[in-house]
């Protein structure tokens, strides 16, 4: 495997499930990120860690828990969610918080 | 407060035609960084160029251009003989100094019809 990857694809959940978001990243990179992305609306960060310290979390509901085990993973854990969560959440990993990011093919997650 | 505006919401081109897509940035620091990504239907957002505040160069990568302009806050991309793989969402993004949040613009979905 190559660059950053995302599992699953596709995610179906009811609103009382727990489900998590998988990223990781083959690149050597110390920083990663998630962001969200809706329908007609720019991307959103959502959170950034860096050499596995959480360093920005954008007001982002506590529903979304984000954990970052190493520099490779990174995780997005998801409970009660709403339909309005639904979207395209990426993953993207940068060599330091200044460099550019390389994105992941994202999860489109739809909330039932 | 960052801002970026990218007017064009969607772009139809005839494959071979050369297309601009605009990009105006807002910002108060002097030093800044801006970026293009490309977002096919695959999904995954691709790099495509980051360019730094002190460096008003224009760009050439193959047939893909860069005209960066301070005076104007625009950081446009040009597509020479566009072809039909080059459909996708095109963004816009700022970064600001040493923060790392990137401040995206809404893309511009651009379609090259055969």
């Known amino acids: 495997e190559t660059g950053v990857t995302q599992t699953p694809r596709h995610l179906v959940m009811g609103m009382t499930n727990k489900k998590s978001l998988k990223c990781e990243q083959h690149l050597g990179h110390n920083a990663m ?12 960060l959502m959170f950034v860690y860096s050499l596995e310290e959480r360093v920005e979390n954008n007001s982002v509901p506590s529903r979304f ?9 990174l995780f997005l854990h ?14 993207a990993s940068s060599f330091g918080l200044v460099d550019e990011q390389f994105f992941g093919p994202g999860t489109r997650l739809t909330v039932l | 407060a960052q801002k970026v505006t990218q007017a064009q919401t969607e772009i139809s081109v005839v494959e071979k035609e050369d297309v601009t897509l605009d990009c105006v940035y ?3 620091d002097t030093t800044y960084y801006l970026f ?5 239907p695959s999904g995954e957002l691709v790099f495509l160029i980051r360019r730094n505040s002190f460096d008003e ?3 050439i990568s193959g047939r893909y251009s860069w005209n960066f302009q301070k005076s104007t806050s625009s950081f446009n991309f040009t597509i020479t003989a566009s072809q ?18 990137l401040t995206f613009g809404k893309g511009i979905t651009l379609s090259v019809r055969p």
């Open chain 1, 65 to 73: 828990s984000p954990e970052c085990p190493n520099s490779s993973h």
């Open chain 2, 36 to 40: 293009w990504y490309k977002q096919p």
């Open chain 2, 84 to 101: 039909v793989v080059d459909s996708a969402v095109y963004f816009c993004a700022l970064r600001v100094g040493a923060n790392s949040k």
């Open chain 2, 57 to 59: 160069q224009n760009e």
């Open chain 1, 78 to 91: 998801l409970h009660t969610l709403q339909p309005e969560d639904s979207a395209l959440y990426l993953c």
């Open chain 2, 26 to 28: 807002e910002t108060r």
């Open chain 1, 33 to 44: 990120y998630w962001y969200k992305q809706s329908a007609k609306k720019p991307l959103e």
